[in-house]
């Protein structure tokens, strides 16, 4: 044994033995745009994720989890702020880029935009990394933030997390090889999140052939500081890592490496997509490797997280949570109905149909959640803020963090760790609740019952027949509609910013 591994090994128990004396630590890796059949432990054919897999095989799968919004920024709203989309705040992808910020920044040639985020959280409404933050945990972030823009009150720094890398607008995520990301480092002493120039990328284009020249791939840049924060945790005190990737959100662009070359010439038909420059997703002649790649890129990922975990000592009191934020998309030359032929689920991204929604999640916590287990409770994001305060011991959270100038500003989430540990009787929902203004959608699902509301009118379907939604029995259950119908309207408060038809 070398004297670097008796270091190493001497670093693990010394966190070991502190495990026995912190509350547990909590990483929460949320993917991009992963549908529910992207991963083979939920019946993927053509792509291989044996990290997911095993982190399944080694925890808790669930089968009707569901994201917040079938899109990204209120999709993390939800889980963020423990509201469902008819009580938080952001409820789309309200863009502040392209509200008259000219683009006047130059990164080399390259001209980019002087503001850029999307609409901030309430920030008389707390958050998740507020609530630990204040129990004594380090926080740290990186990914998508999504919860505001960059001259907002609700930026990283301001929302109490310790250490950020990434993007924080979601649009400039639309690029892997971009101008520049965010930092902050609240132990650095620095003031607020900076953009950080990353010089090699800017050095060519943003668009066409010569985009590919670029070599700094923020996925990969992004993952290496979650890998660095981890490094630094020693056991002593318990940390919350919210892992907010952007894989395998478009573009279809990415490294040429072993784990792209080996979907070249795998598939029998390929996507040609012709690059789309105003959405920022540069083109691409290998649309399903690229996609099926980016797949395996991520749970290249998954597996060093867990590896690091274990190097330090961590992984018996940590647990782990693998999610995708919505449904999977069709932008920058995707295309989910090639890799979900079975068509399971109706629907993709922006739609509150299952497949616009229901998403991967699976929670690995060795020794308290139980190997193998397969789960049906009905959960959505919103669950995850009492579920997260319930492992770290938080009690009474919504008594103590409510806003107290505004009553009708609730806490939507019920905790599955009853479901989690087998401790306890496990509450159930009586609905589960989604709106979405821009394709003026809503849906709520009551037990198997399933409503889909559309510019007002309702259809029914039952999921325990019907998971793919293809017969509306509406006609057939007028009292089933009258209830859902009711809770809507009476869970939905009004947004100026994100309207939608209620049912008529």
């Known amino acids: 044994m070398n004297k670097r591994t008796l270091l190493l090994s001497s670093a693990a128990l010394a966190a070991l033995g502190a495990q026995a004396r912190q509350k547990p630590n909590i990483i929460y890796i949320m993917c991009d745009d992963m549908g529910y059949g992207d991963l083979a432990c939920y019946g993927q054919q053509y792509i291989a994720t044996p990290n997911i897999d095993r982190m399944a095989a080694e925890g808790m799968r669930f089968t009707d989890a569901y994201a917040g919004s079938p899109v990204s920024a209120p999709s993390r709203a939800t889980f963020m702020t423990g509201q469902h989309s008819g009580h938080t705040h952001v409820r789309g992808n309200r863009e502040y880029w392209n509200n008259g910020n000219l683009q006047q920044n130059l990164y080399g040639d390259n001209a980019d935009y002087t503001l850029v985020g999307q609409e ?22 990186f990914g998508k933030w999504a919860g505001g823009h960059e001259q907002s009150n609700s930026t990283p720094d301001k929302r109490g997390i310790d250490e950020y890398y990434g993007y924080i607008c979601q649009f400039q ?35 066409g052939a010569d985009y590919r020249k670029r070599a700094q791939y923020s996925a990969d840049l992004i993952h290496e500081k979650a890998l660095e924060w981890l490094d630094k945790q020693t056991g002593e005190q318990p940390f919350l890592g919210i892992f907010t990737y952007t894989l395998p959100h478009a573009e279809l662009v990415q490294p040429e490496d072993s784990i792209l070359l080996a979907y070249k010439n795998f598939f029998c038909q390929e996507k040609v997509f012709g690059g789309q420059q105003g959405n920022r997703y540069n083109a691409t002649q290998t649309g399903h490797a690229d996609f099926a790649a980016m797949i395996t890129r991520l749970d290249a990922q998954v597996g060093q997280i867990l590896d690091k975990l274990k190097e330090k000592g961590l992984d018996d009191n940590t647990i782990v949570i693998f999610t995708s934020d919505n449904g999977p998309h069709e932008e920058g030359g995707a295309d989910p109905a090639f890799f979900n032929r079975d068509g399971l689920l109706k629907g993709t991204k922006r739609s509150t149909h299952e497949g616009g929604i229901r998403i991967p999640f699976i929670v690995r916590w060795p020794g308290k959640v139980q190997a193998g287990a397969v789960s049906d409770h009905q959960l959505a994001f919103y669950d995850l803020m009492p579920t997260f305060c319930d492992i770290a011991g938080i009690e009474n959270y919504a008594d103590r963090y409510r806003n107290p100038d505004l009553d009708s500003d609730p806490f939507d989430g019920i905790s599955f760790y009853p479901t989690l540990t087998g401790q306890g009787t496990q509450p ?39 998971i793919h939604e293809d017969h509306d029995v509406a006609a057939e259950y007028p009292e089933v ?12 408060t009004d947004s100026s910013l994100f309207r939608v038809t209620l049912p008529k």
């Open 173 to 207: 995520a639309h690029l892997y090889y971009p101008n520049f990301l965010n930092e902050y480092s609240r132990s650095r002493g620095d003031e607020g999140v900076r953009r950080v120039t990353l010089e090699q990328n800017i050095q060519h284009p943003m668009f």
């Open 428 to 466: 159930e929902h009586e609905f589960l609740y989604w709106e979405f203004h821009e394709t003026n959608m809503m849906g709520l699902r009551m037990g198997d019952w399933k409503l889909i509301v559309r510019q007002g009118n309702c259809e029914l379907y039952d999921l325990a027949t019907d």
């Open 481 to 492: 509609v009258r209830k859902m119908k009711d809770i809507i309207k009476r869970e939905h």
């Open 120 to 141: 901030p959280y309430d920030v008389n409404h707390v958050i998740i990394p507020e609530i630990f933050k204040d129990n004594g945990y380090t926080t740290g972030m």
